[in-house]
DNA sequence: AGCCGTTATTCATTTAAAGGAATAACGAAG
DNA sequence: CTTCGTTATTCCTTTAAATGAATAACGGCT
């Protein structure tokens, strides 16, 4: 019987074991540069605003720079910022992506799993 | 702080949502052949003989064909044994993995995730 | 029939991850 | 000095995953 195999490629940045960078970690970066709010990225995500925070924290504390800059209090009650250096390895992240998927395209079909 | 990222891109065959192979199933796949046992491959790799008789089991429900048939009682007590289809799906994906870690090796080099 | 080493399966326990609720802290603006 | 919406943090509960122990089932061999 033949099955609908798909052939999937998960791309990580790390820092010795931990991930600094994965597909989630870039969607809900760009939801936080979208609307300047954790809050409101991690409810557009449906993720827990406990969960996203954690993330966040990760993210800065492993990375060579601050990648989210986060201020409470003020104007709107407060706003979350991402840094030039957070800029500059999101779109990083996403052009290896790019290739990535080029790659499997090209590759994928070279091989049949279902014999 | 210059970090020392690493790159890693982790290569799923999937059928729909579940994962027919990935890099731990495809070596206790190995540890099979080469032992003829599921017992002594698991031990070899660490794992409890449950969690990788659980693996065995999901392999063989998702697959195409049977990639393992394990047989109990008889002169070494029982053995396992990977199909002409388990072997082929494994070579497959070594051959597709090292593509991978050639893309890996040819585009990394392209991008700093340190600035 | 009994032995042996492996496969097959259940049950209870432990450990880890996820989630939710509640509340404090903050600072601009009125 | 109060209000407001967000960030920050704790505590408890729930859910899921991993582990371990124990035991049955099997079949060639002596």
Redesign the interface.
């Known amino acids: 019987?033949?099955?609908?195999?798909?052939?999937?490629?998960?791309?990580?940045?790390?820092?010795?074991n931990d991930t600094?960078?994965a597909s989630g970690k870039v969607e809900l970066l760009i939801k936080i540069k979208e609307m300047g709010s954790l809050r409101k990225a991690a409810e557009e995500m449906k993720m827990s605003y406990r969960k996203a925070w954690f993330s966040i924290h990760k993210i800065n504390n492993?990375?060579?720079e601050t990648v989210v800059v986060l201020k409470r209090g003020g104007k709107n009650g407060g706003v979350a910022t991402i840094t030039d250096?957070g800029n500059?390895?999101i779109s990083?992240y996403i052009?290896?992506r790019k290739?990535?998927d080029i790659?499997i395209s090209k590759?994928s079909s070279k091989?049949?799993?279902?014999?």
Request: glycine content about 2%; aromatic content about 14%.
């Open positions: 019987m033949k099955k609908d195999y798909n052939i999937s490629l998960s791309l990580r940045i790390n820092i010795g600094v960078l492993l990375a060579s250096y500059s390895i990083q052009s290896l290739d990535v790659f590759n091989y049949d799993f279902n014999k």
